[in-house]
């Protein structure tokens, strides 16, 4: 029998807002797809329209049951995500020298988008029965760590490295949320600062070129350097108010690289300036303290971690893609939520959105 609270307690500000970024994210898609020599991409336009819809009716979907049957069902996404990426590694689709997509018929779908969110459900499920007021102690953190391990491994074997170390930024949030040990704290920091200078020595050359071009782009700006330059020639002519609505020069001339994925906020920024690209902020960060707010008022542990997972999961990706395109963090080809192109981001995205507000819908079971 439909519960009268559920309509009561929704989340209309959320809704609200994540109507008003879509919508923002459709503006400058129009605009960066548009307006470049490329004709080819006016048809992305078109595809991101659907996949927003098909994302708007993914959130409403999960609105339809309770968020408590993700812990049961916890075990189960995670193997079937693991199993996406195994198929990936061999009947994946190659784009760009990377093996990323699965093929299903008309559709590609990126599994690691998938992967994201189902290593949150599975260590909340854990968490939430294992956490202490004293902390984790190492023990304790060996499972969870084997749970983000197998997803990261196989990530970086497409190769996708941001994508494989979202995954661990995401794990390693999550866990200093729910509490570590301090003994156990001072372990992990002292291993960390002799396994991180050596993973150099692992990393393929096009990942050592970025992280050299990250700290001095000039040193190629033909080359590995160009993309970050040319966002940043981008971001600064806009100025205060931008050059206006599809006028963006950068932009209009295909100077940008990749500017309907990875570096659409600098078309946004030349386009519409510091007072466009603060109102962008503005609404990521509200959308950060409402799903914040939604963890505060749940009353579940398991509610709790979740709702707090899929809030960073959106606020490192806003924090590392922006500080990309500024010039501020390596290129690693991570999307601007609800902005990039792309339909597996959409679909995740949304998936997080829709979660959060069902367990907004439901706290008043446990007050």
């Not at 659907?50 to 979907?61: E, N, R």
């Not at 490192?316 to 601007?336: A, E, S």
Request: one cysteine or more.
């Amino acid at each position: 029998m439909f519960d009268r609270r559920l309509v009561q307690y929704y989340n209309w500000s959320l809704l609200g807002i994540i109507l008003l970024l879509g919508l923002i994210g459709l503006i400058t898609l129009f605009s960066a797809v548009t307006t470049g020599k490329d004709a080819s991409q006016q048809t992305l336009y078109a595809k991101q329209l659907i996949w927003y819809c098909s994302g708007l009716t993914v959130m409403v979907a999960l609105f339809l049951f309770d968020y408590k049957l993700l812990d049961r069902w916890a075990s189960l996404i995670y193997v079937v995500c693991i199993i996406l990426l195994i198929l990936v590694l061999f009947f994946g689709k190659y784009v760009a020298g990377s093996k990323r997509w699965l093929v299903i018929g008309p559709i590609s779908i990126q599994p690691s988008e998938l992967v994201k969110i189902a290593v949150v459900i599975i260590l909340a499920r854990y968490y939430s029965k294992w956490a202490c007021t004293k902390g984790l102690t190492l023990r304790e953190l060996i499972y969870p760590s084997i749970l983000t391990l197998i997803p990261f491994a196989l990530i970086v074997r497409q190769p996708d490295l941001g994508t494989a170390m979202l995954v661990l930024l995401l794990a390693a949030s999550i866990t200093i949320f729910v509490k570590i040990e301090k003994k156990s704290l001072c372990f992990i920091f002292a291993v960390s600062m002799i396994v991180v200078p050596m993973v150099w020595l692992f990393l393929k050359e096009y990942q050592q070129q970025r992280i050299l071009t990250f700290l001095n782009p000039e040193r190629d700006p033909l080359g590995a350097g160009y993309h970050i330059i040319q966002s940043k020639i981008a971001i600064g002519s806009g100025m205060i108010f931008g050059k206006g609505f599809l006028k963006g020069t950068q932009n209009v001339l295909s100077f940008l690289p990749e500017q309907h994925t990875d570096f659409v906020f600098s078309v946004m920024a030349e386009e519409w300036g510091f007072v466009g690209s603060f109102v962008l902020l503005g609404l990521f960060m509200a959308l950060i303290l409402q799903g914040l707010s939604v963890a505060y008022n749940c009353r579940d542990p398991f509610g709790v971690i979740l709702s707090t997972g899929l809030t960073m999961m959106i606020f490192w990706q806003v924090i590392i893609n922006i500080g990309m395109v500024m010039g501020l963090l390596p290129v690693v080809g991570i999307p601007l939520p609800f902005i990039s192109y792309g339909g597996s981001s959409i679909i995740a995205t949304m998936i997080c959105v829709g979660i959060l507000m069902n367990i907004s819908m439901r706290r008043f079971m446990f007050e």
